[in-house]
Every structure is written in C-alpha cells, then in structure tokens.
C-alpha cells in the first residue's frame, strides 16, 4: 500500500527526506569499510587433496571487497537471537556497500585485508553466514555470521 501526503492532512513527513539523504549516508557508511572480504558459495563439487586423499570444496566468488568487521554485544550479558542463530562471542557482524547483492545464508566469508586502523588479527578469520539483514532505507548490507576457522 502506497502512502502520500494527501492520505495523512495536517502531519509532517519525512519520506521525501529520507530518500534524499540515503546516497549520502551509504557513502558515510562506506566510508568506516576499510578491511576487505572475499564472500564465498559452494559449487558442490569437490577435489581431492593429492597428499592428504581429503577431499576439498570448491567455492565460486560472490563478493570481493571493502567492509566493516564488528563483533556484536560480545560482552553483553543480554541473549540476541536473529531466527536461530545467538549472537555470542562467535558472531561477528560484516557491514559490506549496499551493492554487494546475492549474499545468502551458508556462504563463506573471509577477511582477506585489513587498515592500519583495524585490529590485525582479523586477517584469515573466517565465518559463515547465517542472515542478510535486509530491510528498508539501507545504508549498508549487514550479514550476521558465526565464524568458523581462521
């Protein structure tokens, strides 16, 4: 259902402002991305390790770029739950640009880089996610993700 102006007489909105601002909040929040991460699916194919005989997944390249690595309430006494999942002390929270479309739930999330601004132990951590945080008037793509290696 479509709302206007006219459906509201007398009120002030914000929608129109809303709107306008976005381009420039994504950039402000783009502008706190500065580690990189390779996002990651399964082929469902595999090969086989020729020293180990342990078979290896294959992955295919969704997403390789800028982003904002943050773990979520780590210390908090209070149990967040998104669907299933709990955030704890294996949760981390990567904030990507909006344009990073396609993410879905089960792909593999690297950090590959990180600024001289960021905790460097971040680099080779790996996680899976778990949720795409979509909503409306995004200023960053949010995945939820349960870190898995690294």
């Known amino acids: 259902m479509d709302f206007d102006d006219a459906d509201w007489p007398g009120s002030v909105t914000l929608g129109g402002d809303v709107a306008a601002e ?3 909040l994504r950039l402000e929040a783009e502008s706190l991305m500065v580690d990189a991460v390779l996002i990651q699916r399964a082929t469902g194919t595999t090969t086989i390790d020729p020293v180990t005989l342990e078979e290896i997944p294959a992955f295919e390249d969704i997403y390789a770029g800028p982003a904002r690595i ?13 669907g299933d999942f709990e955030f704890n002390l ?3 929270l990567a904030q990507l640009p909006l ?3 396609g993410i879905r739930y089960g792909m593999r999330l690297t950090v590959t880089a990180v600024s001289s601004i960021s905790d460097p132990d971040l680099v080779g951590l790996v996680a899976t996610v ?3 945080m979509t909503k409306t008037h995004p200023t960053k793509r949010t995945l939820v993700c349960e870190v898995t290696g690294g």
């Open 130 to 132: 778990r949720a795409n």
């Open 22 to 24: 976005l381009p420039y």
């Open 70 to 82: 943050q773990r979520p309430g780590a210390l908090s006494p209070r149990d967040d739950v998104v």
């Open 99 to 101: 344009s990073a479309a």
């Open 90 to 92: 294996e949760a981390v």
